[in-house]
């Protein structure tokens, strides 16, 4: 029962957290409209294309404003995010979430009453756009530390890619509430999400259980010795299937008094040794960097190039987020099966940078492909990215050479997504800045960092295939 109420509630958690980051997407297509297809110009006064435009985005400077406002929030999340691991280690969890959920919605809320208040100079929502990207680091880490507290590493692959489709849920959520005032009165579409995301930052102070030890259960399995495994430096496959048997850990107290034990929180630099955290943190800063790229600039890719309304545009951009859930859970499940994460995340890299090729050129042709493209590129964009901020975060962060001390969870599960979010800030700034010379370059930017995020899991793609092949010739008697 408490497992339950940790994976539906911190499900509900993050849900928010990208529901209040989906809407700024949604109403930028509105802040700077093709106003002569709204009709006659009412000011009289006035001979402006731009008449209709939100002030300070009703300049021809209007995309690198966007990006502006996307990086001031992706920037603050990455230097944030390094931090927040850290004091996430040391603080209460649910005083932690909670309070930078409430927070979140605060500034998000007020970021919407710009449009109510008549504000119309950049620095505010410049301002609106740092606070929020800096309290929301609160929610990542601690979601994470709290599942991988209560869930063992046996199918957390799968368990943690079904869950992880709270990310797809919220932006699908957050583009559907965004939406329904974007042509009318915008500035609800962030003053909603904000109430929400407050909301439920108050339930979580109330029902949240950070370790299981809180109430009388025992610690879960984190990882798997086999008598085979003498190599230090193991990566987090443990040598492919042995790792996923189910055999008994020595490192697991059967005393819960000794589990409880609150050990040393691991140093920064501490958590940068575990085998593997280097890696995946460069490999998720090239992943990171697509799918926000699309998750900031996909309705209005939509809106100049299908030529759809800013509703219809924002409806159809959530495909991408239904086909994130299918590929976080298959990238989940294969990754279990196989017991080899990196390995996983390379295929699915590789089979991506074409398909991103395809949408751009054929995805446009009619409203079947378009839905069809766009699953299969959400599917094959996330699910390494899902892979690698649940599963492969929570597996590093209870590695074996930590032997047993769990208390680095939170700090690596921080340093991989921190370093993710810097891509995650490059990628809409690039795109900002790219989009003018034409959408096909933006696509090959994309493409290239595919590309250079499959290969900096070389190394422990290899250590994988090694491992399988030493485990099929033990299997085999040789």
Not at 17 to 46: E, F, M
Not at 124 to 134: A, D, E, K, W
Request: glycine share 12%; charged share 10%.
């Amino acid at each position: 029962r408490y497992r339950g109420l940790t994976l539906v509630l911190t499900f509900i958690c993050y849900t928010s957290y990208h529901l209040s980051r989906k809407p700024i997407s949604i109403v930028k297509s509105q802040l700077h409209p093709n106003c002569s297809a709204l009709g006659l110009n009412p000011r009289n006064d006035s001979n402006s294309s731009t008449w209709c435009s939100w002030a300070p985005f009703d300049g021809d400077d209007y995309k690198e404003l966007f990006g502006a406002l996307d990086n001031a929030f992706l920037v603050a999340y990455a230097i944030g995010m390094f931090i927040s691991g850290i004091f996430g280690e040391r603080l209460p969890l649910r005083y932690y979430l909670s309070g930078g959920m409430v927070l979140s919605g605060l500034f998000t809320m007020l970021f919407g009453l710009g449009y109510f208040w008549d504000i119309h100079v950049l620095w505010y929502f410049i301002v609106m756009q740092v606070c929020n990207g800096l309290v929301q680091t609160t929610g990542w880490p601690s979601v994470v530390t709290c599942v991988g507290n209560w869930f063992g590493k046996g199918k957390r692959g799968l368990i943690m890619g079904i869950w992880n489709s709270h990310t797809s849920v919220g932006n699908i959520l957050g583009s559907l509430i965004a939406g329904v005032w974007v042509s009318s009165a915008w500035g609800l579409s962030f003053i909603v999400p904000g109430i929400v995301i407050a909301a439920v930052g108050i339930i979580c102070f109330f029902f949240l259980v950070e370790y299981p030890e809180d109430v009388g259960c025992s610690p879960p399995l984190h990882h798997v010795m086999t008598s085979n495994e003498k190599d230090p430096e193991a990566i987090i496959s443990n040598e492919g299937p042995p790792s996923i048997s189910g055999q008994s850990s020595t490192n697991r107290s059967d005393n819960p008094k000794e589990a409880a034990e609150e050990p040393e929180a691991i140093s920064f630099l501490g958590a940068l040794r575990i085998p593997g955290v280097v890696e995946f943190s460069l490999c998720l800063l090239f992943a990171k960097l697509v799918s926000y790229t699309f998750l900031y600039w996909l309705p209005l890719y939509i809106v100049n190039i299908a030529h759809f309304g800013a509703k219809e545009a924002g409806d159809l951009s959530t495909l991408f987020d239904v086909g994130g859930i299918l590929g976080g859970i298959f990238a989940g499940l294969i990754s279990d099966y196989a017991g080899s994460r990196a390995t996983t995340c390379c295929m699915m890299l590789v089979v991506a940078a074409p398909m991103l090729f395809l949408y751009n050129h054929i995805g446009q042709n009619g409203i079947g492909t378009s839905i069809a493209m766009l699953i299969v590129c959400g599917a094959l964009v996330n699910g390494p990215y899902a892979l690698i901020t649940t599963a492969v975060s929570a597996d590093l962060g209870t590695h074996e050479s930590l032997k047993g001390n769990a208390k680095a969870l939170s700090t690596v599960t921080a340093i991989i997504d921190g370093t993710g979010s810097i891509g995650a800030a490059l990628g809409p700034l690039l795109a900002g800045l790219i989009s003018p010379t034409g959408w096909n370059n933006v696509f090959y930017m994309l493409i290239a960092a595919d590309i250079l995020a499959c290969l900096l899991l070389t190394r422990v793609v290899v250590k994988e295939v090694r491992g399988w092949c030493g485990y099929m010739a033990r299997k085999r008697g040789y």
